[in-house]
């Protein structure tokens, strides 16, 4: 009796032991940590979802309005003087787009404004209904951002809490506009500093994401679907010994040297266009001006519209789109190129959009050409270009991985690894978001390893349009 006694005092004590060691263990703040952040995001990831529904019907609506109404191409240079003033009227704070966002994350300053949701949406269709050739992604991310800021305001969050919250409002934006939950997260996470991802966010941009991307679906939102061909299995070099196919890597490898470079190009001339037109141009909205006829006179040059807009719905039967560019003869050997010069010129004289649409075009027509050149599976080629050239131009070659791997499936994630990686490494440092801070160097003994961000870099690097417009001013004084 006296032992059971003992005995039961025992089990008294140490279940009094477990259930104190429970209820202050690190695993109940945990618990704590991720209910507290699921209800937060719940409402910033539902709004943010149904913004980017509506977001996507709208462009939808103005690209096949565009369609049937092709004489709005005309009026793109007037587009463009809405929308200057647009922003000098109601969103000159917003002007900055993603990179105040990311600014905001890196050194919080005078906040991300709720207008500027509204307003990139509003100018983003605008230029999309008349034809400029911009993307979507980056409208979707200051969509995210803004209502991020609003809700983070409304909860009274601020430091690291509004930090985590504005990533979150990032992953939402871009994995509801792609149909991309786990590459949203990633890419909120890894595009903020090149060669360092803080996973203090993970939880809030993984929920968003993931909760914005269903609440787009609940709206009867759907996605362009991509897929690879099936490819016959055929034997190879040391078949018989190797789980790969070496030369198909070599291939993939030699390819996506030229992906790195094609985000290259796309990034330098992004900056160089921009600010080349507003050291030229006293008078700003005749920016934009110049830049529509620019683009009017290129689709006249070349006799055909591919080259407007999104590229992913055909204006005609034979139309360069991303979905033909997955064929044998669907797109043109210098449609990647084309592609690079209207988007620049678009995005670089004042219209709106984002930058990854284009760069999946530009990405998946160069496939398609390389593919024939080094006599590759077209589809394979034109899908690895599609990430690898977004990987390159925006430093986040582990988000484009399993962009790959949601999009395409996983049996050549290998492959895809390979070429987002070999691509990253080739852009350089160059990219479309100067706010990205440099925490490691891509080549430590470079030009640029001590440069610290890419405004830095790109500060550097203005060398080309300082010289042109000097020349161009000493042309004018000769002349006068």
Partial sequence: MKTLKSINKTQLRYSHQLKKFILSSEHLSILKYMLRWTLLILPVAITIGSMVALFLWLLNWAIHYRFAH??????????????HFIYQWAGKSSEKGNNLIIDEIHEPGGGVPATMGPIILITTVLTHLFGGSAGREGTAVQIGGSLAALFGKWFKLSGDDMRMLLTAGIAAGFGAVFGTPLTGAIFALEVLTIGKIKYDALLPAL?????????????????????????????????????VDLLLIAKVILASVAFGLASYLFAIMVHEIKA??????????????????????????????????????????????????????????????????????????????????????????????????LNAPVSLFAALGFIAVFAGATNTPLACTFMGIELFGGEYALLFAIACFTAYFFSGNSGIYSSQKIDVPKVFDNYYANERSLSEVNKRRGYLHQKLYKYGLRLSKNNN
């Fill in 70 to 83: 092709t004489w709005l191409l005309f009026l793109l240079p007037v587009a463009g003087v809405l929308i």
């Fill in 207 to 243: 929920v968003a994401s993931i909760v914005a991307d269903i609440t787009v679906g609940a709206w009867h939102i759907h996605h362009t679907a991509y897929h690879i061909d099936i490819i016959a299995k055929t034997p190879y070099f040391l078949s018989n010994y190797l789980p």
């Fill in 276 to 373: 080349g037109f507003i050291k030229i141009f006293e008078i700003k909205w005749l920016i934009p001006v110049f830049g529509g006829l620019i683009i009017i006179g290129l689709t006249y040059l070349i006799g055909k519209p591919d080259y407007l807009s999104l590229g992913v719905d055909a204006q005609y039967p034979g139309a360069v789109t991303i979905p033909s560019s997955f064929h044998a003869g669907g797109a043109d050997t210098w449609s990647w190129f084309w592609k690079i010069i209207y988007t620049t010129i678009t995005l670089g004289t004042g219209f709106k959009g984002g930058e990854v649409t284009p760069l999946f075009y530009i990405g998946s027509t160069l496939g398609n050409t390389l593919s024939g050149l």
